[in-house]
């Protein structure tokens, strides 16, 4: 009871911050500093890395600037997740703590360390050259500066969200490709080129779209939305994603990849039996011959422990297969019908 | 005796067959009946959505209307049909226009898409219908020597605005039930991650290296199997195990049971009736 009541009005106390420390320069390897100081309720992880390095250790270093959520600059690692150390408050940390009363503090992940807190953006940057990550004006030489570019509200609304990115690289250190490929594209450069490319003032549409469904690229997203989970202003990168598939597919007819064709597969069967041919999905993803090289010995082991999908007429297709069809069809060609009143 | 429909998913059809047969066993002991919809279709795997966002909707909404048809929620055993099941549940419920264009369509089968039916993972339904209680009251061979890693997979838990049970970054349920059986839930970092099934046969390197980084945790804290609410998570882990620890260098293995098994080992079933045989790594 007094605990309780001790807890509700209490307003400062003592809080550990344990920092991850590491100087490439000098240090052998990577280690953690504990730094224990007074914290009052209401102060931000932020300010608490500020005193520290005012009036405890000058050496611990760590970007931030604007201090209010809007550069982006100061993302790490607070408990383990990535977010800004400006907007995160130290009491909202400490149910979180792993060992009572402290706060672990680590750099952002995927991404090459420089000094303690403080990683490297540059790979980003060049990720985001890579997929030309620019608006390439469609106005004609002639008109530039005699003419306003007009947007529709339409138009905006579907980039307004991806313009929030502040680029703090959140969803970067948290995405599971990335961790797996250094190549990977990675959420925050998918979420800017889905921005671009929706973007009616664009004339390298074609050539970004290209480049995108090469290898390390949108496909090889494993959609387990890490990126958005963390992402600080809450922005639904996925969706993107899956626009830029959905453009490959619907719109540009990007279809001669292995993660569109193992998409388009899913309607397909959909569409014939109801139910996912799974047998053939590595031929129809693949070819015969990855498929023969990559699988065949698990395919031994799977049919020794009869764990083989049934070969395709044996797949049992859904009851009332006939009717379902019909809809679906009629559904096609409402989908249709849109395209072309889109084209027009 | 609790109804619910129970949707099929084409996996637990085809490769991971065990997951639908144990649960059939154990149903009754719980108190709880499934039907199944043997109409119900394929929800597209994450990725009917992009290829044709009308045609998701139309065949979820059908799915859903199924078990409307019935005045029964709709439980799913797997991860990714329910988040997809879900996913297309909250854009016909918040757009008229789709549910309306759906609902003409589904009127020639007699169906109709009202948005009553909840969708729910077979984890939730025993968590929260059955309760952890009850389940330790019917349980003859507690799981006590055991140490489990709890693998909850991805689309149980991401993204949130759309599943919305358990944090997404300290899942409970799922070691709450293991304690309910008896067993021990070991504290696994790797149980809020990925498997990498969905990129397997896109980029497979990627995701053998996600899948290698949960099995090797597993192996590390000396648990005697992992367990997971998610058949396409236990492809990856148990099928292609070999295959993943082999490309990271480890030598070792682990076994991978599906939540379904567990239950049905710790209500006193044998393994080769749960089907435990028929995995990949033993």
Redesign the interface.
Known sequence: MTGALELHTEEKRDITLRVFRFNPQVDSKPYFDDYTIQIEKGITVLRSLNYIKEHVDASVSFRAFCQAGICGSCGMRING?SKLACTTQVWDELS?CREAGIIKIEPLRNMPLIKDLIVDMDPLVEKMKQYSNWIETRMPESEIGKKEFLVSEEEFRKYDKATDCILCASCVSEC??L???KE?VSPAVLLKSYRMNVDGRDAIHDVRLGELVK??GV????????C??TCVKHI?I?EAI??I??DA??VRGVRDT??AK???A??E??EKK???V??T??IR??GVAWTLQ?LLP?AI??IL??????PPPL??P???MK??R???R???E??RAEQKSHKK | MKRYAYYLS??N????KEVDRSIDLWQNDLGIEFVKL?????C????????????FA??NG?NIALAEKLGLDLVVSCNTCLMTIRTAKKKLDETPELKK?VNE??K??GLEYKGTANVRHLLWVLAEDVGFEAIRQKVRVPLKNYRIAPFYG??IL???MVLGKDD???PSTLDMMIEALGGTPLPYEHKN??C????L???????L??AAEALEEAIEIKADFIVTPCPLCHTVLD??QA?ALRQANVNSSIPVFHLSEMVGLALGYTEKQLGI????VS
Not at chain 2, 38 to 42: A, L
């Open positions: 997740i979180k599971t490709i961790r797996a490929h990977y290898d390390h496909w090889d997203c494993t959609h387990c939305y890490r958005q989970e639904p996925m899956h626009g598939r959905e597919i619907e292995s993660g193992h998409a388009e899913f309607m069967d959909i109801g139910k996912l799974e047998a999905l590595p993803t693949n990559n698990m082991k799977m422990k009869r764990r083989t999908p049934p797949v049992k859904a009851k009332g009717k379902f019909e809809m679906f009629e559904m096609t409402h989908v | 084409c996996i059809e085809s490769m991971t043997h109409e119900s279709t394929c597209g795997g994450s990725n009917l959505d992009y290829v044709s966002p009308k045609h139309l065949v059908r264009e369509l589904l020639k089968e991805c689309h991401r993204p949130s997404p970054l300290e991650r990925c990498g099934f969905h990129t046969l896109v980029a497979e390197e990627e995701s290296n996600v099928g292609y295959k045989k028929r995995h990949i």
